[in-house]
């Protein structure tokens, strides 16, 4: 995501403000939105580790299910 800060700073002189104020004000908002946001290269970074645990998961949820399936048959005989 990016913020025009020129194009805001140039509404809020527009508005009434003072150039140096405005380009403060435009500034601290680029800073304060753009710094927690995760970049393409954050997220494409954290895929492999996303992939192995949600592979993980897959199969802890099929051994249940599969352990879970074992009983009800033992139960049911």
Known sequence: ???DTLEYAKKLEAAGLDRKLAEAHAEALRSAVTSELATRADLLA???RLDAKLQLL???VGFKLAATMAVLWKLLR
């Open 1 to 3: 995501m990016t913020v």
């Open 46 to 48: 954290e895929t492999p």
């Open 58 to 60: 897959t199969w802890m």
